[in-house]
């Protein structure tokens, strides 16, 4: 559930979505983020049966989360001010159900169940637990459904070996940027066994896991209801707790993407600015483009221009691989620059209409690429910057 400050990030959105004249990209793009703020962070947890997915799910969101035992179909964990459940029959069709009785919700015999729970976790986040009869070839269709659901994808495993890595090697490469791989019984194994599970999982290629994390779930969550006096220190030695923080860092860091995004938007688009009207000039050639007042405005335009693609540079230095992001967003900076500079210390003669759409244009194109961040896009951004160069050269 998003706090005040992404309510009126999300209102702000919303309402310029409604009024604002935008081009259908960016549109769809807008009410895609939209969605997302409007939305929990969805968490995937998949894997072979048996594994440990439920217990696991239990250890990290606690007894409220009430995550169901074998015999369910795939289902997710949703908030809700008080316990029922949504299913998905054979059909296609849907039956809402009251309370929390599983017996109840499992009489359907739905394909899928949707989970309401006033789990306090589920206001930021919702899960799925992926559910199937094991076999590789289900798997190899389950996995990338489960991975293109949601925003970080966990794959749940005693050892990653072979037949599951050409498994997780189905879902696309684009799914797997915040994938977590979690060996769910580590405590299960002796150490250097555990150690060589380890590096297996390391050294397998194309696995495009951001962190393997070995935890003792069932041991952790057994210890949440114990009284023992060494619970808190067992907790901390079977890693569910650093897991824990560790999703949730990354809950937060994604959200905050998302609200950045939005501001991004909000400040091409949320509050136009008006532009003054010059005095039409007489001239000897009625078809020539006339130069007025706005000649030094589009100089400084392009020495603005000039000026960034050298910092530019410095980025690329200092950030190396990481400094795609960096250049996109200096590049959509930039234009929004030129389109003030141009709007507010110029008047609409034709040169600098020219320069100030050329600058709009690419502001425009420069907020998709922040929002979709393909991989080329900051090769593509230092393009449409020089050409927006160009045309300030010509205009002035």
Known sequence: MPTTSQDDVLQRLNATLERAPLPDRLRLSGQALAERLASPVRLSFMGRPGVGKTT??????????????????????????????????????????????????????????????????????????????????????????????????????????????????????????????????????????????LDQAYETEGTGFCIIAPVAAEHALNMQVSDSTDAEAVLAASGIGALRAEIFRRVHQGRQLDLDHAEIFLSRFEKPKARKLSKPRPS?????????????????GAELVQQQAQEMLIDIEEFGPFATGKIVERCLETANKLVDLIADDTPIDA??????????????????????????????????????????????
Not at 285 to 300: F, M, T, V, W, Y
Not at 357 to 374: H, K, Q
């Open 56 to 197: 696991l799910i239990r250890a990290l969101f606690g007894p409220g989360a009430q995550a169901l035992n074998g015999g369910a179909p795939t289902y997710e964990l949703v908030y809700g001010d008080a316990p029922w459940a949504r299913v998905t029959l054979e059909d296609g069709t849907h039956c809402d159900v009251d309370g929390a009785d599983v017996e109840d919700i499992l009489a359907f015999a739905p394909v899928f169940i949707e989970l309401h729970r006033p789990c306090p976790d589920l206001r930021s986040v919702s899960v799925l637990e992926l559910v199937t009869d094991g076999s590789p070839a289900e798997l190899s269709v389950a996995a990338p459904w489960a991975a293109k659901r949601c925003n970080i994808p966990i794959w749940c495993t005693k050892a990653f070996d072979a037949r599951e890595a050409q498994i997780w090697s189905k879902v696309p490469a684009a799914y797997k940027d915040h994938a977590i791989l979690v060996l769910t019984q580590a405590d299960t194994v002796p150490s250097q066994e555990l150690v060589a599970r």
């Open 284 to 300: 000897s050639q009625p078809n020539e483009l006339q130069k007025g007042d706005g000649s030094k405005a589009l100089k400084s």
């Open 351 to 396: 040169p600098s209409q020219l320069a100030h759409s050329a600058a709009s244009d690419a502001a425009d194109m420069l907020l998709l690429m922040t929002l979709e961040n393909t991989a080329d896009a900051a090769e593509d951004a230092v393009h449409l910057m020089l050409q927006v160069k160009r045309e300030l050269d010509l205009a002035a």
